[in-house]
Nanobody
Framework: QVQLVESGGGLVPPGGSLRLSCAAS????????MSWNRQAPGNEREMIAV???????TYADSVKGRFTISRDNAKRTMYLQMNSLKPEDTAVYYC???????????????WGQGTSVTVSS
């Protein structure tokens, strides 16, 4: 079973950028679709970006054009480049394995600790 560790979060002003990383151990990382998810205070966790094993990417409308998901299978690491950050991007960000079930990608556990992103001046 794959284990995931997120890093790269922090405090950034509106309009700034951050790059999150997700390091994987165990499992077959290169064969897995992966996703980034986030949970803002008081909200449910939402999936914001998916990258398939072949590198096809999809994004939630809220981050499309600003965030870029990528992966380096040799390093067993996935990334989320976040540009033009907004206060509403403030959340704890989690990575996960994603499976295509019932016509959509769904995040699969186990969940890591996440990495906190705060967008504020």
């Amino acid at each position: 079973q794959v284990q995931l560790v997120e890093s790269g979060g922090g405090l950034v002003p509106p309009g700034g950028s951050l790059r999150l990383s997700c390091a994987a151990s165990g499992g077959i990382f290169s064969a897995s679709a992966m996703s980034w998810n986030r949970q803002a205070p008081g909200n449910e966790r939402e999936m914001i970006a998916v990258i398939t094993a072949s590198g096809i990417t999809t994004y939630a409308d809220s981050v499309k054009g600003r965030f870029t998901i990528s992966r380096d299978n040799a390093k067993r690491t996935m990334y989320l480049q976040m540009n033009s950050l907004k206060p509403e991007d403030t959340a704890v960000y989690y990575c996960s394995v994603a499976e295509y079930l019932g016509g959509k990608f769904r995040a699969q556990g186990p969940w890591g600790q996440g990495t906190s992103v705060t967008v504020s001046s």
